[in-house]
T-cell receptor, first 116, second 114 residues
C-alpha cells in the first residue's frame, strides 16, 4: 500500500516568506508526527497529532511554526516569516496506534526546505 | 528526559566484515528502542525495535540488536557487511511518561569498502 507522502519534495523560499508543507499519512493511521532534521543531525520532534488535535506541540521552536490536521488525516506544517535557520528537512511520520509496544512510526521522504 | 548517544559519527568496514554501530540511551522509564536506516534522499526506514519482549531483536536485512539494561546500550550488529548497507543509521528511544515522540541520536554514517 501507499506509504507516507510529503509535498513538495523541495522548497526554496526567501527569508521572511510564508511556507506550507503537506503530509499525507498512511490511510487509517491515527497518529501523525512532524520532525525536523538539520544537516548532520538526527531528526528532532516538533509536534504530534492524535486525530485532529495536537496532543504534544512541545517541540515547536517558536510561534512562527504552526501545524493543523483538520480532518484527522492530511496535515500541514506552516512556517511564518521564514529565517535562514529554518532550512532543514522536515519529516512526517504516521502510526496506526498510539503508545505501547505496538506503536511504530512510518516516515515519509521529507520536504527539503531552503531559506535564502 | 530521555536521550540517545551514538558513538562514532562515521564507521567504515570492509565488505564481508562485521558491522557494529553503538547506541547508548538514557530514560527514566523502561524504554522502547529503535534503529532506523536512511538512504540518501530518502526517509527513515525501520530496521528493528525493542519493546521488552526479548533482549535480542532481529530486524530486516540481517541486522540485529541486543538490549543490555545494565549497560544502557542497544548496539546494532550485522555479521557480514554488504555494499548496499552503506547508509546513515539512527538509534531512537521513546517511552518517557506522556511522551510519544521519538528521541533520536545524531546518527552514524556507515561506509562499506569493497
Amino acid at each position: 500500500g501507499a506509504g507516507v507522502s510529503q509535498t513538495p519534495s523541495n522548497k526554496v523560499t526567501e527569508k521572511g516568506k510564508y511556507v506550507e508543507l503537506r503530509c499525507d499519512p498512511i490511510s487509517g493511521h491515527t497518529a501523525l508526527y512532524w520532525y525536523r532534521q538539520s544537516l548532520g543531525q538526527g531528526p528532532e520532534f516538533l509536534i504530534y497529532f492524535q486525530g485532529t488535535g495536537a496532543a504534544d506541540d512541545s517541540g515547536l521552536p517558536n510561534d512562527r511554526f504552526f501545524a493543523v490536521r483538520p480532518e484527522g488525516s492530511v496535515s500541514t506544517l506552516k512556517i511564518q516569516r521564514t529565517e535562514r535557520g529554518d532550512s532543514a528537512v522536515y519529516l512526517c511520520a504516521s502510526s496506526p496506534q498510539v503508545g505501547g509496544p505496538e506503536e511504530t512510526q512510518y516516515f515519509g521522504p521529507g520536504t527539503r526546505l531552503l531559506v535564502l | 528526559a530521555q536521550s540517545v548517544t551514538q558513538l562514532g559519527s562515521h564507521v567504515s568496514v570492509s565488505e564481508g566484515a562485521l558491522v557494529l554501530l553503538r547506541c547508548n540511551y538514557s530514560s527514566s522509564v523502561p524504554p522502547y528502542l529503535f534503529w532506523y536506516v536512511q538512504y540518501p534522499n530518502q526517509g527513515l526506514q525501520l530496521l528493528l525495535k525493542y519493546t521488552s519482549a526479548a533482549t535480542l531483536v532481529k530486524g530486516i536485512n540481517g541486522f540485529e540488536a541486543e538490549f543490555k539494561k545494565s549497560e544502557t546500550s542497544f548496539h546494532l550488529t550485522k555479521p557480514s557487511a554488504h555494499m548496499s548497507d552503506a547508509a546513515e543509521y539512527f538509534c531512537a528511544v521513546s517511552g518517557d511518561t506522556g511522551r510519544r515522540a521519538l528521541t533520536f541520536g545524531s546518527g552514524t554514517r556507515l561506509q562499506v569498502q569493497p
